[in-house]
């Protein structure tokens, strides 16, 4: 690729020649390209035509830049007026489109070009051209050239040697230097004669001016010494000598014009200008502007005395001169370089006495679509309205007179106009598009043949105003780190090491960007250490930025420990921890991505934004897509997807992008229906993105709430279905089925669409006569199952073909029979898709549709509307399981609810023999409320199970019941804390009484007040928004899906399984460490141990089997968790009456006790003592325990042991 200085030297050559063509001229150089061998060989020069010459002197020239070299210019004599120069061009790397460019730009100059008044440009010709082979080289001629006979014979001729004297191929470069000659000249060998040489002689002063602008000072300085090295005379022809070339003057962006040694300005210039150094001897060395007459500094002995100042010559005439270059292989970078370039020359540039440049304007740019070309104009230019109507206008035109592009290169040649000059149109009669476009497209050529992007015009006018577009500066943030020790003082800006680090910074920097304006460390970091460093540049390339990355590895990375943790990547190449890096696309891609380097050493994605060109190009021209242009553009874009198919539905970038084309496609369908070809290639690009191979790339462009490319890519199936022509027609393509038919407004109507999907209209509905249904077989690739109660909905599932219809009518009566596509899935709901829902998202509503029944693998639905319809259903049990679960969920609470009465019924009778001290009494409290919470929150289940068994579920009833269950059973949980804290309490604070009043408060408030408070915030905050409850599965419970309601169960009952789990290890610990005498008082010793027991198998039971409840929210498919759930759901009343109740040996003496009392009162006579009522128990045993001594009845072992166990 040209170097962009290269490329500006010719653009602003081609200016400097095209602004003269129309001079008189008198002598021509020619121009003549040679490759030049890949080992660095030169290879000779050689003339253009048999001329008797002499070699008199050669000039060497440094390189022009890194791939163009003037590597030698030979000047000869000749006896004829007439001068041929011969310019050998070094194009080894210089592609062969920018030699085409080359040949072209130079066949179609207008000649003669003038140079001075006595030296003109008559014709330029490319006539010879080498090429390295396996064995040396090979020279060939241009048309109309070739070698002589003799150049034929010695070095071998690679073609025929026709009529004895020429051949057009040598194999060698011929080592005098010669070229190829004109056919016309080349005769029989002739003998070289040397010409006369005339006698007279003349002088002429010749002043050249050098745009020097962009050009380094070194170039500047080894140009001057270049010139002051020369031998003189130099020899042009032979009656042309060079006598002296001298530097005599140099201008500044600043607008001062300097004169060299010896040379000054004339006191009148000085006087007229304004001196910036003082006049002495009527001259002085700067003025303050650039004189608009052109003369440069004189010689200092030829200045006089000031004469009256002379006026400036008024400008006589105007010309507007237009130049066209083609920029097809130019990057865009280079492009802004040059309209950059031309917005900052210096007003007027002089050419001759009577010529200058006030401005120049770039006002045009023409590129290639896929039908023609696209012409648009720069700021403040314009087409006028004929030629925006002859050709078709790609934008809007405005004020009725203008537009800003047109779809062809205007044949007449103009280019865009100034706003300003442009006219009302007189007559509108635009040209049919598709017509001039062809013609235009076949018929027009450029100024150069090959070009397929026409840009600039140069406008000699000071009437314009244009201020073309500069170069944007970027400003990058960067930073490295240093596996070094951070200390504060390396951010003083005298620190060696911050100066060293800013400096290398700089300097990489510079030599690896093009664009590079300035770097600059900006801080150090902790972090190990971290540099933070700015960089600003006019061209950012990822490229670039990663080789300067390793530059600053290379140049520092040892001295200051600079390393890579992820290594020669090929996409993202090297990056430390944490680098977030970018990478450049594919080459036929555009965009970039992003990857950020782990520790592990590889690079994770973040983002992908690559595009595939040919798709990017596509949506470029959908952007200005008129409806004439559909065929071929619709055509071009249903091959383009089917070619790049698998690439297409593995980049999410690219899927968003072929949605807007067809967003752009369908709007454009507004205003030209679209016929059956137009919309076969329509569903077959769209099926594309509908494929399975697609949907994982759906998911993540799904997973960007901000974005809602689902709801565009059916909206354009809502939009472009409006406007079909008149004909019914079918298309099936794989993906996609379409069917635009009539209807009968006299019977029903039904719609049998493969057998998936079935529409019933009843003719009273039937108010239109056409209908266009468009069957989806696998939008579900493409649509989320969210619905309106859901944006995050990971349960439902679309169960069924996705079925868009629309009448040219309206209809209010509706039914629609799904066969679903997954037996698995239950719980359907009829749904159609909402444009409008979650803020412009998208998503499924079930407002208008109902469910009519599901059987037989078939969900029938029946709606008021028309649109996109479709089920969704979500995973469920198979029926047999199902009725197993509730046969074992039912069974099993109904055992718990039993064996939670008969606690409490126990707790009853022993209630006064077993809560003799605090502790008895508090850990009785707690298991009488632990089993009556639990036993309150099973009644409530069985209410809640029953009301979720109906179709239609009654919210508020489901509401209440879901509020009760979350209340009791979070009082299930907070009382097993309370029995925890007391176990802490009595066995960590020995001494520590606490009264019984304030423990009951204690203990309620935390038992009941605070299950009520998260209870109530928790429907407080869900239920006005309809998040309370559940609805995607009808059980009365709280929400998951939507507002994670159920956390507020969850987080409370396993935080206190965690809390109790804690205290148990407290206990224990001490109990091992002390023992349980030395932790508790005597009478409350089997109190505390009952406690601990208790809580050590409640405990994780219950955490175990909430634990399960919550994976039955979270994975409701997995019938094995449900199994499990269910059955330590029913186990929990049971596990309380053992562990709690039965297992207490207090309990089980009382029990007993009571039984002994009982059977010795059957045996008494004595009517006095008899009781029957269970408080006549408690005061018998409460005499028998104190006068223990005085019962003979009993046995001492067994008063011995109830006295141990009060």
Same mark, same amino acid.
């Given at each position: 690729?040209?170097?962009?200085?290269?490329? $500006?030297?010719?653009?602003?050559?081609?200016?400097?020649?095209?602004?003269?063509?129309?001079?008189?001229?008198?002598?021509?150089?020619?121009?003549?390209?040679?490759?030049?061998?890949?080992?660095?060989?030169?290879?000779?020069?050689?003339?253009?035509?048999?001329?008797?010459?002499?070699?008199?002197?050669? *000039?060497?020239?440094?390189?022009?830049?890194?791939?163009?070299?003037?590597?030698?210019?030979?000047?000869?004599?000749?006896?004829?007026?007439?001068?041929?120069?011969?310019?050998?061009?070094?194009?080894?790397?210089?592609?062969?489109?920018?030699?085409?460019? +080359?040949?072209?730009?130079?066949?179609?100059?207008?000649?003669?070009?003038?140079? !001075?008044?006595?030296?003109?440009?008559?014709?330029?010709?490319?006539?010879?051209?080498?090429?390295?082979?396996?064995?040396?080289?090979?020279?060939?001629?241009?048309?109309?050239?070739?070698?002589?006979?003799?150049?034929? #014979?010695?070095?071998?001729?690679?073609?025929?040697?026709?009529?004895?004297?020429?051949?057009?191929?040598?194999?060698?470069?011929?080592?005098?230097?010669?070229?190829?000659?004109?056919?016309?000249?080349?005769? %029989?060998?002739?003998?070289?004669?040397?010409?006369?040489?005339?006698?007279?002689?003349?002088?002429?002063?010749?002043?050249?001016?050098?745009?020097?602008?962009?050009?380094?000072?070194?170039?500047?300085?080894?140009?001057?010494?270049?010139?002051?090295?020369?031998?003189?005379?130099?020899?042009?022809?032979?009656?042309?000598?060079?006598?002296?070339?001298?530097?005599?003057?140099?201008?500044?962006?600043?607008?001062?014009?300097?004169?060299?040694?010896?040379?000054?300005?004339?006191?009148?210039?000085?006087?007229?200008? @304004?001196?910036?150094?003082?006049?002495?001897?009527?001259?002085?060395?700067?003025?303050?502007?650039?004189?608009?007459?052109?003369?440069?500094?004189?010689?200092?002995?030829?200045?006089?005395?000031?004469?009256?100042?002379?006026?400036?010559?008024?400008?006589?005439?105007?010309?507007?001169?237009?130049?066209?270059?083609?920029?097809?292989?130019?990057?865009?970078?280079?492009?802004?370089?040059?309209?950059?370039?031309?917005?900052?020359?210096?007003?007027? /540039?002089?050419?001759?006495?009577?010529?200058?440049?006030?401005? /120049?304007? =770039?006002?045009?740019?023409?590129?290639?679509?896929?039908?023609?070309?696209?012409?648009?104009?720069?700021?403040?230019?314009?087409?006028?309205?004929?030629?925006?109507?002859?050709?078709?206008?790609?934008?809007?035109?405005?004020?009725?007179?203008?537009?800003?592009?047109?779809?062809?290169?205007?044949?007449?040649?103009?280019?865009?106009?100034? *706003?300003?000059?442009?006219?009302?149109?007189?007559?509108?009669?635009?040209?049919?598009?598709?017509?001039?476009?062809?013609?235009?497209?076949? !018929?027009?050529?450029?100024?150069?043949?090959?070009?397929?992007?026409?840009?600039?015009?140069?406008?000699?006018?000071?009437?314009?105003?244009?201020?073309?577009?500069?170069?944007?500066?970027?400003?990058?943030?960067?930073?490295?780190?240093?596996?070094?020790?951070?200390?504060?003082?390396?951010?003083?800006?005298?620190?060696?090491?911050?100066?060293?680090?800013?400096?290398?910074?700089?300097?990489?920097?510079?030599?690896?960007?093009?664009?590079?304006?300035?770097?600059?460390?900006?801080?150090?970091?902790?972090?190990?250490?971290? #540099?933070?460093?700015?960089?600003?540049?006019?061209?950012?390339?990822?490229?670039?930025?990663?080789?300067?990355?390793?530059?600053?590895?290379?140049?520092?990375?040892?001295?200051?420990?600079?390393?890579?943790?992820?290594?020669?990547?090929?996409?993202?190449?090297?990056?430390?921890?944490?680098?977030?890096?970018?990478?450049?696309?594919?080459?036929?891609?555009?965009?970039?991505?992003?990857?950020?380097?782990?520790?592990?050493?590889?690079?994770?994605?973040?983002?992908?934004?690559?595009?595939?060109?040919?798709?990017?190009?596509?949506?470029?021209?959908?952007?200005?897509?008129?409806?004439?242009?559909?065929?071929?553009?619709?055509?071009?874009?249903?091959?383009?997807?089917?070619?790049?198919?698998?690439?297409?539905?593995?980049?999410?970038?690219?899927?968003?992008?072929?949605?807007?084309?067809? &967003?752009?496609?369908?709007?454009? #369908?507004?205003?030209?229906?679209?016929?059956?070809?137009?919309?076969?290639?329509?569903?077959?690009?769209?099926?594309?993105?509908?494929?399975?191979?697609?949907?994982?790339?759906?998911?993540?462009?799904?997973?960007?709430?901000?974005?809602?490319?689902?709801?565009?890519?059916?909206?354009?199936?809502?939009?472009?279905?409006?406007?079909?022509?008149?004909?019914?027609?079918?298309?099936?393509?794989?993906?996609?089925?379409?069917?635009?038919?009539?209807?009968?407004?006299?019977?029903?109507?039904?719609?049998?669409?493969?057998?998936?999907?079935?529409?019933?209209?009843?003719?009273?509905?039937?108010?239109?006569?056409?209908?266009?249904?468009?069957?989806?077989?696998?939008?579900?690739?493409?649509?989320?199952?969210?619905?309106?109660?859901?944006?995050?909905?990971?349960?439902?599932?679309?169960?069924?073909?996705?079925?868009?219809?629309?009448?040219?009518?309206?209809?209010?009566?509706?039914?629609?029979?799904?066969?679903?596509?997954?037996?698995?899935?239950?719980?359907?709901?009829?749904?159609?898709?909402?444009?409008?829902?979650?803020?412009?998202?998208?998503?499924?509503?079930?407002?208008?549709?109902?469910?009519?029944?599901?059987?037989?693998?078939?969900?029938?639905?029946?709606?008021?509307?028309?649109?996109?319809?479709?089920?969704?259903?979500?995973?469920?049990?198979?029926?047999?399981?199902?009725?197993?679960?509730?046969?074992?969920?039912?069974?099993?609470?109904?055992?718990?609810?039993?064996?939670?009465?008969?606690?409490?019924?126990?707790?009853?009778?022993?209630?006064?023999?077993?809560?003799?001290?605090?502790?008895?009494?508090?850990?009785?409290?707690?298991?009488?409320?632990?089993?009556?919470?639990?036993?309150?929150?099973?009644?409530?289940?069985?209410?809640?199970?029953?009301?979720?068994?109906?179709?239609?579920?009654?919210?508020?009833?489901?509401?209440?019941?879901?509020?009760? /269950?979350?209340?009791?059973?979070?009082?299930?949980?907070?009382?097993?804390?309370?029995?925890?804290?007391? +176990?802490?309490?009595?066995?960590?604070?020995?001494?520590?009484?606490?009264? &019984?009043?304030?423990?009951?408060?204690?203990?309620?408030?935390?038992?009941?007040? %605070?299950?009520?408070?998260?209870?109530? =915030?928790?429907?407080?905050?869900?239920?006005?928004?309809?998040?309370?409850?559940?609805?995607?599965?009808?059980?009365? $419970?709280?929400?998951?899906?939507?507002?994670?309601?159920?956390?507020?169960?969850?987080?409370?009952?396993?935080? /206190?399984?965690?809390?109790?789990?804690?205290?148990?290890?407290?206990?224990?610990? &001490?109990?091992?460490?002390?023992?349980?005498?030395?932790?508790?008082?005597?009478?409350?010793?089997?109190?505390?141990?009952?406690?601990?027991?208790?809580?050590?198998?409640?405990?994780?039971?219950?955490?175990?089997?909430?634990?399960?409840?919550?994976?039955?929210?979270?994975?409701?498919?997995?019938?094995? *968790?449900?199994?499990?759930?269910?059955?330590?759901?029913?186990?929990? @009343?049971?596990?309380?009456?053992?562990?709690?109740?039965?297992?207490?040996?207090?309990?089980?003496?009382?029990?007993?006790?009571?039984?002994?009392?009982?059977?010795?009162?059957?045996?008494?006579?004595?009517?006095?003592?008899?009781?029957?009522?269970?408080?006549?128990?408690?005061?018998?045993?409460?005499?028998?325990?104190?006068?223990?001594?005085?019962?003979?009845?009993?046995?001492?072992?067994?008063?011995?042991?109830?006295?141990?166990?009060?």
């Amino acid at each position: 690729m040209a170097s962009p200085k290269t490329v $500006w030297y010719l653009s602003i050559l081609l200016v400097f020649c095209c602004s003269l063509e129309k001079q008189d001229c008198l002598e021509t150089p020619n121009v003549t390209s040679e490759e030049s061998p890949t080992d660095g060989s030169q290879v000779p020069s050689r003339e253009k035509r048999e001329v008797t010459a002499n070699l008199s002197e050669k *000039i060497l020239i440094s390189p022009i830049s890194s791939v163009l070299t003037i590597t030698e210019i030979n000047i000869t004599t000749a006896i004829l007026s007439e001068k041929i120069g011969e310019v050998e061009l070094d194009i080894t790397n210089i592609p062969a489109e920018l030699i085409d460019v +080359l040949k072209a730009s130079v066949k179609y100059l207008t000649y003669p070009i003038l140079i !001075s008044s006595v030296l003109n440009i008559t014709e330029i010709n490319i006539t010879t051209a080498c090429y390295q082979n396996s064995i040396g080289f090979q020279c060939r001629c241009e048309d109309q050239y070739g070698w002589s006979c003799d150049q034929c #014979s010695s070095y071998g001729s690679c073609d025929d040697i026709i009529d004895g004297k020429i051949c057009g191929c040598v194999n060698a470069v011929p080592s005098n230097g010669q070229f190829c000659q004109p056919i016309t000249n080349l005769t %029989a060998c002739p003998s070289p004669t040397t010409p006369a040489v005339p006698s007279n002689i003349s002088g002429r002063i010749i002043e050249i001016e050098l745009d020097m602008t962009n050009i380094s000072v070194t170039l500047v300085d080894v140009l001057k010494a270049s010139v002051n090295g020369l031998t003189y005379p130099i020899l042009i022809s032979n009656v042309l000598n060079v006598t002296d070339v001298n530097f005599t003057t140099a201008c500044y962006p600043n607008s001062t014009c300097r004169c060299e040694d010896q040379y000054g300005w004339s006191c009148d210039q000085c006087l007229s200008y @304004g001196s910036c150094d003082s006049i002495a001897d009527d001259s002085c060395g700067c003025i303050k502007a650039i004189p608009p007459d052109g003369p440069f500094c004189q010689p200092i002995p030829d200045l006089t005395a000031c004469p009256t100042p002379s006026p400036i010559p008024a400008i006589l005439s105007e010309k507007i001169g237009e130049v066209e270059l083609d920029i097809t292989n130019i990057p865009a970078e280079l492009i802004d370089v040059l309209k950059a370039s031309v917005k900052y020359l210096t007003y007027p /540039i002089l050419i001759s006495s009577v010529l200058n440049i006030t401005e /120049i304007n =770039i006002t045009t740019a023409c590129y290639q679509n896929s039908i023609g070309f696209q012409c648009r104009c720069e700021d403040q230019y314009g087409w006028s309205c004929d030629q925006c109507s002859s050709y078709g206008s790609c934008d809007d035109i405005i004020d009725g007179k203008i537009c800003g592009c047109v779809n062809a290169v205007p044949s007449n040649g103009p280019f865009c106009q100034p *706003i300003p000059d442009l006219t009302a149109c007189p007559t509108q009669s635009p040209i049919p598009v598709s017509t001039t476009k062809q013609t235009t497209a076949s !018929s027009t050529t450029p100024t150069t043949p090959s070009s397929t992007t026409s840009i600039p015009t140069t406008k000699q006018s000071t009437a314009s105003s244009t201020t073309p577009t500069t170069p944007s500066v970027n400003t990058l943030n960067l930073q490295f780190t240093m596996d070094i020790t951070f200390n504060s003082t390396f951010n003083d800006e005298n620190n060696a090491m911050f100066k060293d680090v800013d400096q290398t910074i700089r300097d990489v920097y510079k030599r690896n960007m093009r664009g590079f304006i300035s770097a600059k460390l900006n801080r150090f970091k902790s972090g190990s250490v971290i #540099s933070d460093f700015t960089v600003m540049t006019t061209i950012v390339d990822n490229e670039e930025i990663a080789k300067a990355k390793d530059d600053i590895v290379s140049t520092i990375g040892g001295k200051y420990k600079i390393r890579f943790t992820c290594l020669n990547n090929t996409i993202f190449g090297n990056g430390q921890v944490n680098e977030i890096v970018v990478a450049n696309c594919k080459s036929d891609e555009v965009g970039y991505k992003t990857a950020i380097c782990q520790e592990n050493g590889t690079f994770s994605v973040r983002e992908n934004n690559c595009v595939l060109k040919e798709i990017e190009n596509l949506f470029l021209l959908s952007q200005t897509l008129v409806g004439t242009d559909l065929p071929g553009f619709l055509e071009r874009l249903r091959n383009s997807t089917f070619n790049l198919l698998d690439r297409i539905v593995a980049s999410p970038a690219t899927i968003s992008i072929i949605v807007d084309i067809l &967003k752009n496609v369908a709007n454009v #369908s507004r205003s030209t229906p679209i016929n059956k070809p137009l919309m076969t290639n329509f569903l077959e690009t769209a099926g594309v993105l509908t494929s399975n191979g697609a949907k994982a790339s759906w998911d993540v462009l799904n997973t960007n709430l901000t974005k809602n490319e689902n709801s565009v890519f059916l909206g354009t199936f809502e939009t472009i279905s409006n406007f079909l022509t008149n004909d019914f027609f079918d298309i099936e393509t794989p993906s996609i089925i379409l069917n635009k038919t009539s209807v009968n407004n006299s019977v029903n109507n039904s719609f049998n669409l493969n057998s998936s999907v079935l529409i019933d209209i009843p003719a009273s509905e039937a108010s239109f006569n056409s209908i266009t249904i468009i069957t989806f077989d696998s939008l579900n690739n493409v649509l989320p199952a969210r619905n309106s109660s859901s944006l995050n909905d990971s349960v439902n599932s679309i169960n069924g073909k996705v079925v868009l219809v629309k009448v040219n009518g309206t209809i209010k009566n509706v039914t629609f029979s799904f066969a679903v596509l997954n037996e698995t899935l239950g719980n359907p709901q009829c749904v159609f898709w909402n444009f409008s829902l979650f803020g412009g998202l998208g998503g499924w509503d079930d407002n208008g549709c109902e469910l009519q029944s599901d059987e037989d693998r078939t969900v029938t639905c029946h709606c008021n509307h028309l649109t996109s319809y479709s089920i969704l259903m979500s995973p469920f049990i198979p029926d047999a399981f199902r009725a197993a679960l509730d046969f074992i969920t039912y069974i099993g609470v109904g055992i718990s609810m039993g064996c939670l009465v008969v606690c409490l019924i126990i707790e009853i009778l022993v209630w006064n023999a077993v809560t003799g001290n605090n502790t008895s009494y508090m850990r009785h409290v707690s298991i009488v409320n632990i089993a009556l919470s639990l036993l309150i929150a099973d009644i409530w289940f069985i209410i809640g199970a029953a009301i979720s068994e109906y179709d239609q579920k009654n919210v508020p009833a489901c509401s209440a019941a879901t509020f009760f /269950i979350h209340f009791f059973y979070l009082a299930l949980f907070f009382w097993m804390l309370v029995s925890g804290l007391l +176990l802490l309490y009595r066995t960590v604070m020995v001494f520590s009484h606490m009264s &019984k009043p304030a423990m009951l408060a204690f203990s309620f408030f935390l038992g009941y007040g %605070a299950p009520i408070i998260i209870a109530v =915030i928790t429907i407080a905050v869900t239920a006005p928004v309809k998040e309370y409850i559940r609805d995607n599965d009808g059980v009365c $419970w709280l929400n998951w899906t939507e507002s994670m309601a159920l956390l507020a169960f969850v987080i409370p009952a396993l935080t /206190i399984v965690v809390i109790n789990l804690l205290i148990l290890i407290v206990v224990l610990y &001490k109990m091992l460490t002390r023992g349980v005498g030395d932790v508790t008082q005597p009478d409350e010793r089997n109190a505390v141990v009952v406690i601990a027991r208790c809580l050590a198998i409640l405990t994780p039971f219950f955490g175990t089997t909430w634990g399960l409840g919550v994976g039955t929210m979270t994975n409701p498919e997995n019938l094995g *968790i449900h199994i499990v759930f269910a059955i330590f759901n029913s186990l929990q @009343g049971l596990f309380i009456l053992v562990f709690g109740t039965l297992l207490d040996k207090k309990i089980r003496e009382a029990l007993t006790g009571m039984s002994q009392v009982s059977s010795n009162r059957t045996r008494t006579t004595n009517a006095t003592t008899s009781s029957t009522s269970g408080l006549g128990f408690f005061r018998i045993r409460r005499r028998n325990i104190f006068n223990i001594s005085a019962a003979p009845t009993y046995s001492t072992t067994g008063a011995s042991e109830t006295f141990i166990n009060t």
